[in-house]
């Protein structure tokens, strides 16, 4: 173990004992940090992979130009960005999960214009509002592409300069170089982990996350994957979440957008509008592997649990069991 764990929470320390290595915790209780420590592998300040835990980052910056007035939720995406043609899918529908452009665009992800005009080009596999299904790669290129075409900045650009900036946060779309050195490797991420989470060859859910990425390279690294490809401190992560307590992201993140069966989740969720998870207490999002980043406004709580090491969600469940034991 390294880092912080303050008096009162020595049995968060002792949940992630049994998590093994590469794990990252942060937690704020009552905006004071109250553990913020890695196990073997990782230290506070090593940038991990977030995968799916960084979409409500992403969608606070579509959200940041809503509060402007750049941009309405009831707004035709194709007022923006007319090569997606369809003036029935909304602004809502993007960040809600309801756009039915879901399936993983054949493209190098790596390359937005190439990847952003296979997206366009690509038929949808639903009508806007017609199903709910996590789009879990497409969303960052669809929340990210509106942010280029009214800002002019890219996303990872716009969230650099717009949030985590001003609001003191180590999270990033796209790692700068001089910080790659930073980034912990991906362990357990094979072939077949890759192939149990798609599941079903030729089900939407497979379709949308496509084909296994190299995200050990630089180019992935370094380029804006919006949806998954997020790199963070737990400490960032959980701070974001934190500056949602304290009032000071854009209105709207943590507001409901649908409830639904969610096709590629496989359950009833409720979509945030910022494209994140509300599920009682908690409003937050998980990623691949098990991460997990979440505020608890019930207990002014922020936290964030992240893993180099791919495996389930038991982990992360155990450490938020230690911290709610922690808080009474």
């Known amino acids: 173990m390294e880092g912080l764990t303050a008096p009162g929470y020595e049995g968060v320390a002792d949940a992630m004992a049994t998590c093994g290595p590469g794990v990252a915790v942060a937690a704020i209780v009552d905006g004071q940090v109250v553990v913020d420590a890695t196990t073997e592998g990782l230290t506070p300040r090593t940038l991990v992979h977030t995968w799916s835990a960084i979409k409500p980052v992403t969608g606070a910056c579509v959200l940041a130009l809503v509060d402007r007035g750049r941009l309405d939720l009831d707004q035709p995406v194709a007022s923006v960005w007319p090569e997606l043609g369809d003036d029935r899918l909304l602004v809502r529908h993007v960040l809600t999960h309801c756009a039915g452009r879901i399936a993983c665009p054949d493209a190098d992800l790596t390359d937005w214009s190439a990847t952003t005009s296979a997206l366009a080009a690509q ?21 990210g592409e509106l942010v280029r075409r009214v800002d002019g900045r890219t996303l990872g650009t716009f969230l650099r300069e717009e949030l985590t900036g001003p609001l003191g946060l ?41 084909p296994r990425p190299d995200v050990h390279t630089d180019a992935w690294r370094t380029s804006e994957i919006p949806a998954v490809n997020g790199h ?47 599920g009682g207490d908690d409003i937050g999002m998980g ?29 992360a469940q155990r450490v938020e069991d230690a911290l709610l034991a922690a808080l009474g």
Do not use: K, M, N
Request: proline fraction near 6%.
């Open 232 to 278: 963070a401190t737990a400490l960032g992560l959980a701070t974001f979440h934190q500056r949602l307590l304290e009032g000071r992201l854009p209105p709207l993140v943590d507001r409901p957008g649908v409830t639904a069966h969610d096709h590629f989740v496989g359950e009833e969720v409720t979509w945030s509008l910022a494209g994140g998870q509300i």
């Open 170 to 210: 180590d999270v990033h779309v796209g790692v700068p170089t001089a910080d790659l050195h930073r980034v912990a490797d991906t362990v357990g991420l094979d072939d077949a982990y890759w192939a149990d989470v798609c599941g079903d060859a030729a089900s939407l859910r497979a379709r949308s996350l496509g």
């Open 123 to 143: 038929p949808p596999d639903a009508a806007p509002g017609e199903i709910v299904c996590e789009h879990a790669i497409t969303f960052g290129f669809l929340a």
């Open 287 to 315: 990623g691949l592997g098990g991460q997990w980043a979440a505020a608890r406004p019930a207990d002014a709580l922020a936290w964030a649990f992240l893993t180099s090491h791919v495996g389930d969600f038991e982990r």
